[in-house]
């Protein structure tokens, strides 16, 4: 990590979210406003009623940044404003927006790669290098990729996002204004002028990681997930009795398959009229179905004891039907005649209807020992009451920070489909009901790394794959191993599929499931690497999957490669998408400037070069930066939560290489202030080596005070005898493997506030 999270947090955490711009920064000329947020980034409105909109939006909800140094000159016809990075140019008095689209009325000039490059309201961008889509639901291969929405991003060098009240986004509806109520739910309200032309100018060229972080400065920061939910997830649509998910988490357990989520699916309540199977739709309902779970207190309680946390499926268009068991105290909170048993229609987005549903539905059952809730929501798209008002984007805003606002013991999460720009304030996707086969496999790692150009960093897939093709077995061990094997280098990795015996998700039931128990595994070892990457996307905005281009903007092959991406700073990852033959899949990657260790090879690979390996199945394409430190939990630990007192800290020998590891209490809203991060370090000098823990800055609730650590240093000769000092002694002896070319030093254990330094020398080569 090139700079200290503990430094890019005291920077980004100053001040709080306000819409309103300083006033510095805007300047006015008749109907149109421009407000300077970065150098690289302007705002420009224009309001035929002279009515600027200074609310937050669904889209951005912060524009107080600090004023950046520009110019404005009037020539009597222009305005001109100039930065540091851009030049704007405004025909006074006219609308920006010219139909057709034309430069005659506003210009704005930045240089790309050394060019000048003019861009004007509605010049169409071929360059896009998109976002993402609501859903993957019926995606077969790639068939969802021309629905992908504009990203923040382009190879144009200029990206556009249109906030404009009368913009439409993919769903139909609009990016409607929040304003600030009293409990502390920002509130949809109209904008200030429907008419009006609301643009955010982006023209960031090639910095792509620096349009991101910016981008995240206007519309809100990418919230740091409980720890929990980084671990493996059971999730199967079937109706489980309550004895079938005792059973399912007794046999986790007995087959040492780490887990940390329980997903309960739609048949936890009752589909239609009490005691019936099916009813109004089947997909809407509010009451425990008790034939299947005669006692939910005590379910869930069995299943916390099983160190796992519960997250139930609510599909809620259809309303309160009288048969429910909240129907009554719902028809009295909202004045209604409970004697009449009329459906109470959905209505999230009127408050009194919110303040009852909370009250007598959410936490009822939060408090019987739901964690988090699976917003599944697949309706209708747009409010029947408030025109425009995206259904999707707006469950995701009220539950999320109701979850915030009245469960101040946890991190507010909830598992959701995408809502539009702006949906990534509420971090975890779901994204829907792909096709079981190896062409939607191969899309998916273009699908989870492209959101992060719209801050969409925590996709969650249906590892497995959902449902059936007709084409390709639905259980078919090799597909549900490179699956599961793909699914540890994702943000969220839950198994799932359909309703249906016939897809089987019980992994343990598989032949191979010794190799997918190994991935799991794997996915255990990497969470003090992968939350100490989360935390990062919260700084930063630069999410955990990430595109080949953020690194490498100017090369073609970072933009080819859509099978490749990096995960995090230091891991490129290339998962097998086809079938082997004979047990052997070969792999075609791109692999940048500098040096590369295959994980799976135990070789150092040569950078700016194209290499076809081969993979055993049980083998994963991913590769560790020259110089990188991925520190890891040892295989004692089974659950994310745990902070064990032994790490792992794995280490590709080289000139330099630097890590910042970060640790906090795993589930408290307090990890602004109560976390601490550990910097490791690594010298190379000709045959000496010297390896350097430093003191741990900072607290949280629970951390170790002493650890000892294995330290593993990959790509190095031989250790000479005699010449390992860890903090002036020589007593430990090192361990060599030949065959991995790895140092092994076992570090005793030491207060975490104190340094850890050691040094090594190697038989020359």
Request: charged content about 20%; glycine content about 8%.
């Amino acid at each position: 990590m090139t700079a200290s999270i503990l430094a890019a947090a005291t920077v980004l955490t100053c001040t709080a979210d306000n819409p309103k711009a300083n006033d510095k920064a805007t300047v006015t000329q008749g109907n149109a406003r421009f407000t300077v947020l970065t150098p690289e980034m302007i705002r420009i409105e224009y309001s035929p009623s002279g009515q600027f909109e200074d609310r937050a939006t669904f889209s951005v909800i912060n524009r107080e940044l600090p004023v950046p140094k520009f110019s404005k000159t009037d020539d009597g016809e222009f305005l001109t404003i100039t930065t540091d990075a851009l030049s704007l140019r405004y025909r006074k008095g006219s609308n920006p927006m010219t139909n057709p689209a034309s430069p005659e009325n506003l210009t704005v000039v930045l240089p790309v790669n050394g060019k000048p490059v003019t861009w004007y309201p509605g010049l169409k961008d071929p360059l896009n290098l998109k976002g993402t889509y609501r859903t993957l639901d019926g995606n077969n291969g790639d068939s969802h990729r021309r629905m992908l929405e504009d990203g923040t991003i382009s190879r144009s060098g200029w990206a556009v996002i249109n906030d404009s009240p009368s913009a439409t986004r993919p769903d139909g509806s609009r990016s409607l204004a929040l304003t600030a109520e009293p409990d502390g739910i920002d509130w949809v309200a109209t904008r200030a002028d429907n008419d009006a032309l609301d643009l955010y100018f982006l023209g960031y060229g090639h910095d792509y990681k620096r349009a991101l972080k910016d981008f995240t400065l206007i519309a809100g920061k990418i919230p740091l997930p409980p720890d929990y939910v980084f671990g493996y997830w059971y999730s199967k649509y079937e109706n489980y009795t309550a004895d079938d998910f005792r059973n399912i988490a007794k046999s986790l357990k007995d087959n040492d398959l780490n887990t940390d989520v329980m997903i309960l699916d739609m048949d936890w309540h009752w589909n239609g009229e009490q005691g019936v199977s099916g009813g109004r739709g089947g997909w809407t309902g509010w009451s425990w179905n008790t034939n299947l779970i005669p006692d939910p207190d005590k379910l869930l309680a069995d299943i916390h004891d099983s160190n796992l946390h519960i997250a139930l499926n609510l599909h809620p268009a259809d309303g309160v039907d009288p048969h429910e068991d909240i129907y009554h105290a719902m028809a009295e909170d909202l004045g209604i005649n409970p004697d009449k048993k009329e459906r109470i229609a959905w209505n999230l987005e009127d408050k009194k209807f919110a303040k009852a549903f909370f009250k007598n539905f959410i936490r009822p059952f939060e408090k019987q020992g739901v964690d988090f809730w699976w917003l599944d929501w697949q309706q209708y798209l747009t409010s029947p009451f408030i025109d425009g008002l995206g259904e999707t984007f707006w469950c995701n805003h009220v539950f999320f920070n109701e979850m915030k606002h009245n469960r101040p013991d946890r991190r507010p999460v909830i598992f959701h489909r995408w809502g539009g720009l702006g949906s990534h304030r509420y971090q975890i996707g779901f994204s829907g009901d792909t096709f079981i086969n190896y062409p939607t496999l191969a899309f998916l790692p273009y699908f989870t790394a492209t959101a992060s150009n719209v801050g969409y960093g925590y996709w969650g897939h249906d590892v497995g794959g959902h449902q059936s093709d007709h084409r390709q077995d639905v259980n078919d061990p090799e597909l549900l191993l490179r699956w599961v094997q793909a699914g540890v280098f994702t943000p969220i990795f839950r198994t799932h599929a359909t309703k249906g015996t016939y897809i089987n998700r019980m992994l343990w039931t598989y032949d191979n499931f010794p190799m997918m128990n190994q991935a799991v595994k794997l996915r255990y070892a990497i969470f003090p690497y992968l939350y100490t990457m989360a935390r990062k996307a919260y700084d930063t905005g630069i999410s955990l999957c990430r595109p080949m281009y953020y690194e490498y903007p100017e090369q073609q092959e970072a933009y080819d490669r859509e099978g490749q991406y990096f995960f995090g700073d230091d891991i490129l990852v290339a998962p097998v998408v086809e079938p082997s033959a004979n047990g052997i899949s070969r792999k075609e990657i791109w692999f940048p400037e500098g040096n590369w260790w295959s994980v799976a090879h135990n070789k150092l690979i040569k950078g700016n070069s194209v290499q076809t390996l081969d993979y055993t199945l049980q083998q994963i394409p991913y590769f560790y930066r020259e110089g990188a430190i991925i520190v890891n939990n040892p295989a004692t630990v089974k659950s994310v939560t745990e902070r064990p007192d032994n790490l792992i800290i794995n280490v590709v020998a080289a000139p330099e290489g630097s890590t910042d590891f970060y640790e906090d209490s795993g589930d408290s809203n307090n990890y602004d202030t109560e976390y601490a991060t550990t910097a490791i370090t690594q010298k190379h000098r000709g045959n000496k080596g010297t390896y350097t823990i430093q003191p741990r800055k900072g607290s949280y609730e629970g951390m170790p005070a002493n650890r000892s650590y294995t330290l593993k240093i990959f790509n190095t000769p031989a250790p000479v005898p005699g010449k390992l000092n860890i903090n002036g002694s020589s007593d430990v002896v090192p361990g060599y493997d030949a065959a991995t070319r790895c140092t092994i030093v076992e570090i005793p254990s030491s207060a975490c506030d104190k340094q850890v330094k050691v040094s090594l020398e190697y038989e020359a080569e």
